[in-house]
């Protein structure tokens, strides 16, 4: 199962010069931070951060190349720092072609896939995900529920959705879920199928079309939400779904402000599993 975090095209009401996934959600402990170890408490074998060249340093010097996977991090045996599993953490841009045409941000969604399904495969079948766990920063909740639903998160069969008040992902609510690789396919079609384009459909008796949209009508899958994006990913009756105690999208400047001001807070991890671990660089001359 491979953890995906979009970053890219994020959308908010916020009036602050600062990216809003380095806002804090505990003393020392931003957006971002929490995603990533979302992902890592999850069981994801790595992680794909879909950012573009402008955050992706910043994100980068934020969270570092690689988290531990808290389940191994402190078990009970003689030699537990050798138990210890190390999670690996790309970070992705969304392919040239894509921008200001497709690039919504349920969109950086599907990049971070496909990026992570073609950098696997090419290297091994047997590292291609099976699954992908989606997160976003932004939408906060109780991540204790993900340690305990870990087994049903990974089922290799059945999509998790994480739910509030009945609404998920399906609602626009920026809950974490997962999806498998066609419900990517299916996604995929039916954006390219529902967004306009640059022209007008061909006129009768003319083979290709000559009539341009008007700017603002053209490409509008640049503006479709999480509800058209993810429309055809799989939820069924089969489909886990598991109720969150509580939830704020802090999309929205007076929801941040009332998860600021309430009584239930994410809790800083330890240290050690959230600050940026980064490779040593080679020395040379």
């Known amino acids: ?36 170890y979302e992902c890592a408490l999850a069981g994801c074998s790595t992680i794909w951060i879909v950012a573009n060249d402008d955050l992706a340093p910043i994100v980068r010097h934020v969270v570092g190349d690689w988290i531990y996977d808290p389940v191994y991090y402190n078990r009970m045996s003689k030699f537990s720092s050798k138990e210890r599993k190390e999670i690996p953490i790309y970070y992705v841009p969304v392919h040239p072609k894509d921008r200001d045409r497709r690039d919504s941000y349920g969109w950086s969604v599907l990049c971070g896939q496909i990026t992570a399904w073609h950098t696997c495969h090419r290297i091994s079948t047997w590292l291609t995900p099976d699954k992908y766990y ?9 991540f204790s529920v993900i340690r305990e639903n870990r087994k049903l998160i990974r089922d290799k069969k059945n999509n998790f959705f994480f739910v509030f008040n009945n609404k998920s992902i399906k609602n626009d609510m920026p809950l974490s879920f997962t999806m498998f690789g066609e419900d990517f396919k299916k996604c995929r079609r039916h954006i390219n199928k529902k967004t306009t384009r640059e022209f007008l459909p061909p006129s009768p008796g003319e083979r290709f079309p000559s009539e341009k949209l008007p700017l603002e009508k053209r490409w509008s899958a640049r503006h479709f939400p999480l509800s058209v994006v993810f429309h055809s990913v799989m939820m069924n009756s089969k489909s886990t779904k598991i109720e969150v105690p509580w939830f704020y999208d802090a999309h929205n400047w007076s929801e941040y402000v009332d998860y600021m001001a309430s009584e239930e807070k994410l809790n800083k991890p330890y240290e050690e599993l959230i600050r940026p671990h980064k490779h040593e660089k080679f020395p040379f001359e």
Not at 3 to 21: S, Y
Not at 134 to 142: I, K, M
């Open 134 to 142: 989606v997160s976003f920063p932004l939408g906060l909740f109780d």
């Open 1 to 36: 199962m491979a953890g995906i975090v979009p970053v890219a095209n994020l959308k908010t009401d916020h009036e602050n010069p600062l990216t809003e996934i380095l806002l804090p959600v505990d003393n020392g402990f931003s957006a971002i931070q929490k995603s990533v």
